[in-house]
């Protein structure tokens, strides 16, 4: 059975409290236990992960990858701006990585535009709330694995 983590960063423990007119009122509990039973449907295990600390972010991705995880799901939130650590570390393990945000990341202040996590991985879902997850979560479990073999 692939194991994919789904890994979100700095604040987003915070959901449902933190600006709900941009991020929801869903909690990250919530969103876990949602996440879940998507998993259980698509036939893959997920183990969900969150910091506000970059380096225990950086250390469950080599975690992830050294247990062979099959992919990455990844909210880094304000580190999305800012990490040249987790960009390196994402290129460096090599693990599938869907970048996420709740919000339409394009759409708003000029420096929420520039991520420096989207160049090393497969995708990025933005805008889509919650939703985001769901398909990143789909993705992994019904292409990624087909994408890897083409290669």
């Given at each position: 059975?692939?194991?994919?983590?789904?890994?979100n960063?700095?604040?987003?423990?915070?959901?449902?409290?933190?600006?709900?007119?941009?991020?929801?009122?869903?909690?990250?509990?919530?969103?876990?236990?949602?996440?879940?039973?998507?998993?259980?449907t698509?036939?893959?295990?997920?183990?969900?992960?969150?910091?506000?600390?970059?380096?225990?972010?950086?250390?469950?991705?080599c975690?992830?990858?050294?247990?062979?995880?099959?992919g990455?799901?990844?909210?880094?939130?304000a580190?999305?701006?800012?990490?040249?650590?987790?960009?390196?570390c994402?290129?460096?393990?090599?693990?599938?990585?869907?970048?996420?945000?709740?919000?339409?990341?394009?759409?708003?202040?000029?420096?929420?535009?520039?991520?420096?996590?989207?160049?090393?991985?497969?995708?990025?879902?933005?805008?889509?709330?919650?939703?985001?997850?769901?398909?990143?979560?789909f993705?992994?479990?019904?292409?990624?694995?087909?994408?890897?073999?083409?290669?």
């Open positions: 059975m692939k194991k994919i983590g789904i890994l960063g700095v604040n987003l423990n915070r959901l449902g409290v933190r600006e709900p007119e941009i991020y929801g009122k869903t909690t990250l509990e919530d969103l876990e236990r949602n996440l879940e039973e998507t998993a259980k698509l036939s893959v295990e997920i183990e969900c992960f969150q910091s506000n600390h970059e380096g225990a972010l950086v250390d469950k991705i975690e992830w990858t050294d247990r062979g995880f099959s990455l799901v990844f909210n880094p939130g580190f999305t701006h800012t990490s040249v650590a987790l960009r390196d994402i290129a460096g393990c090599a693990i599938p990585t869907i970048e996420v945000h709740i919000s339409n990341v394009h759409a708003r202040e000029e420096f929420r535009r520039m991520s420096l996590i989207a160049p090393v991985c497969a995708g990025q879902i933005v805008g889509l709330g919650l939703a985001g997850y769901d398909l990143a979560l993705w992994h479990a019904n292409v990624n694995g087909a994408l890897l073999v083409a290669k």
